[in-house]
């Protein structure tokens, strides 16, 4: 009696291993549809045609290899197609220093020691003044969401599992990737010199805006970045205002008289 129990129970167990169900597959996210290179710069083309300027206070943190990171706050001021002010604010938010190009001239001036400068708007310029090594008509392209793209042709859309990868070839050698997420909206454009990263600037807490009757998904957070240098910029902006009217006269500074 005793070996038929111990049988039985380990044919119930036996039994039991036998059925224990297969673990369900992981849900796969869904593929998003293949778009055409067209469909991926939609938003882009509608930047190009509504938006000409931006103003607004914005939140500056410079980071760079080796130090600690320096915070501003800014106003900030951008035009298109070439125009740019900076202004960053002191303790009692009045303009300390002031950096200012109209696309073919850039200027600086330190209020306090009354410092002024005035030289051509080139990267290496711009460099001197706020370590940024950008021509100042490509950083008005690519705070207004207007970067330099390869010809439509050039380039090439892959599907990827949260959103859409294109490259292509610019017109000077360098390769350019532009990464959209799942929305169709720019969030990273990539320029590679030599399979080198020479610049990366991400895009990201869109908000909708309202321009001539269309609504229109636009930034308020940049961040630029230069891996050859090690060094970033983050640029968040609370409200920014888009088209607001700009004289040309706030992009040219002039000398302080004394």
């Not at 169900?21 to 869904?30: D, F, I, S, T, V």
């Not at 005035?118 to 706020?130: F, H, W």
């Amino acid at each position: 009696m005793r070996r038929f129990v111990i049988s039985a129970l380990l044919m119930f167990f036996a039994l039991c291993a036998c059925s224990v169900p297969e673990r369900p597959e992981k849900n796969q996210a869904p593929l998003l549809p293949e778009l055409s290179i067209d469909d991926l710069l939609e938003g882009q083309r509608r930047c190009e045609r509504l938006i000409t300027s931006l103003r607004g206070l914005s939140r500056a943190t410079l980071r760079e290899e080796g130090r600690s990171p320096a915070k501003s706050s800014q106003a900030l001021l951008v035009q298109w197609p070439a125009s740019a002010r900076v202004e960053i604010l002191g303790l009692l938010g009045q303009p300390a220093l002031v950096t200012a190009s109209n696309g073919r001239d850039l200027f600086a001036m330190d209020i306090s020691h009354r410092a002024f400068y005035e030289g051509e708007a080139s990267a290496e310029n711009l460099e001197r003044l706020v370590r940024l090594r950008l021509d100042p008509a490509e950083l008005t392209r690519l705070m207004l969401m207007r970067p330099t793209l390869p010809e439509t042709s050039r380039l090439r859309v892959s599907v990827l599992t949260d959103g859409y990868l294109a490259s292509g070839v610019m017109p000077d050698g360098e390769t350019a990737r532009l990464r959209f997420d799942s929305r169709r909206r720019l969030i990273k454009v990539t320029y590679l010199a030599r399979n080198e990263t020479r610049l990366e600037v991400e895009y990201g807490a869109f908000r909708d805006f309202v321009l001539a009757g269309e609504t229109l998904a636009f930034p308020t957070r940049w961040q630029v970045s230069f891996p050859a240098r090690k060094t970033r910029i983050t640029l968040q902006m609370d409200k920014p205002e888009l088209n607001a009217p700009l004289a040309e006269r706030l992009f040219c500074l002039e000398a302080p008289q004394g």
